[in-house]
T-cell receptor
């Protein structure tokens, strides 16, 4: 079992729909990243959070440390939101902070 | 734009060859991280440097090596290349590495796409 599990693996929705992507992890973490990767390949950090909730525009990220679970929500989704969304947790391994990544969720928003 | 730069953007080479990927961290960042993203393995941590010294190792093959220079740029050297080394290689940087349970945010470069034929 992977230390970081994302669901769903693929998600297709219509423009305007509310989107939720989930991330569950099994290790103790210092922080959690939500990353966005467009077809060109570059990775953009959307959020880094260690507790509670953060909002940026139409994107909202929440984390529940006790339940070891985070969600990324997109409100009023748009075709330009189509990308792969990756959850990454920062965890202490052999004395150093390392990022462990989920497999990603491929989101397609149709007009 | 994260401020992290990587060159080249694309690299096509043959099996058995050696290549060097270059990364310049954000201004002021002392720590550099290398990651590999392959189709079947997803993103994996390879190696981390802090102020010129190796800090942590991940799933890095013995055929791969890296270093961080006094001007803080880093190079990842891949030798005896195999078809399976084809992947996106990302560099990230942070101000300093996290200490203990403290994590400092990493900022990712645009990546180098390596194709081994």
């Amino acid at each position: 079992k992977n230390e970081v599990e994302q669901s769903p693996q693929n998600l297709t929705a219509q423009e305007g729909e509310f989107i939720t992507i989930n991330c569950s992890y099994s290790v103790g973490i210092s922080a959690l990243h939500w990353l966005q990767q467009h077809p060109g390949g570059g990775i953009v950090s959307l959020f880094m959070l260690s507790s509670g909730k953060k909002k940026h525009g139409r994107l909202i990220a929440t984390i529940n440390i006790q339940e070891k679970h985070s969600s990324l929500h997109i409100t009023a989704s748009h075709p330009r939101d189509s990308a792969v969304y990756i959850c990454a947790v920062a965890t202490l391994i052999q004395g150093a902070q390392k990022l462990v990544f989920g497999q990603g969720t491929r989101l397609t928003i149709n007009p | 734009d994260s401020g992290v730069t990587q060159t080249p953007k694309h690299l096509i080479t043959a099996t058995g060859q050696r290549v060097t990927l270059r990364c310049s961290p954000r201004s002021g960042d002392l720590s550099v991280y290398w990651y590999q993203q392959s189709l079947d393995q997803g993103l994996q941590f390879l190696i981390q440097y802090y102020n010129g010294e190796e800090r942590a190792k991940g799933n890095i093959l013995e055929r791969f090596s890296a270093q961080q220079f006094p001007d803080l740029h880093s190079e990842l050297n891949l030798s005896s290349l195999e078809l399976g080394d084809s992947a996106l290689y990302f560099c990230a940087s942070s101000v300093v590495p996290g200490e203990g349970f403290s994590y400092n945010e990493q900022f990712f470069g645009p990546g180098t796409r390596l194709t081994v034929l």
